[in-house]
Nanobody, 125 residues
Framework: QVQLVESGGGLVQVGGSLRLSCAVS????????LAWFRQAPGMEREFVAG????????NYADSVKGRFTISKENTKNTVTLQMNTLKPEDTAVYYC??????????????????WGQGTQVTVSS
């Protein structure tokens, strides 16, 4: 059974940076298509960034393009989300997710079977 555990969230000022990390156990990060989602209070969970299995191709929500970077570290079995130039609207609980789908990189949360518990990111103005 795969488990995902996020870390790295916190409080940061506008324009600052945070690096989220997701430790994967039970399987290796190379076995999955990986993604980060976020959910703000009263809002639906939304796709932030994804990394496709095998090809390593990435995809980002328009709202974070050029500011966020998703990557994986095979030796540490982790997937990270580097977040730069943070804005108040980035405030949310951020979730790491893994999917067995390999043919594409889904942005729909329904296609991700494995989830972490979430880590809070708060950007203050």
């Amino acid at each position: 059974q795969v488990q995902l555990v996020e870390s790295g969230g916190g409080l940061v000022q506008v324009g600052g940076s945070l690096r989220l990390s997701c430790a994967v156990s039970g399987r290796t990060v190379s076995d999955y298509t990986l993604a980060w989602f976020r959910q703000a209070p009263g809002m639906e969970r939304e796709f932030v960034a994804g990394l496709k299995r095998w090809t390593g191709s990435t995809n980002y929500a328009d709202s974070v393009k050029g500011r966020f970077t998703i990557s994986k570290e095979n030796t540490k079995n982790t997937v990270t989300l580097q977040m730069n130039t943070l804005k108040p609207e980035d405030t949310a609980v951020y979730y790491c997710a893994a999917s067995d789908i390999v043919s594409r990189l889904p942005s729909d949360a329904r296609f991700y079977a494995y989830w972490g518990q979430g880590t809070q990111v708060t950007v203050s103005s």
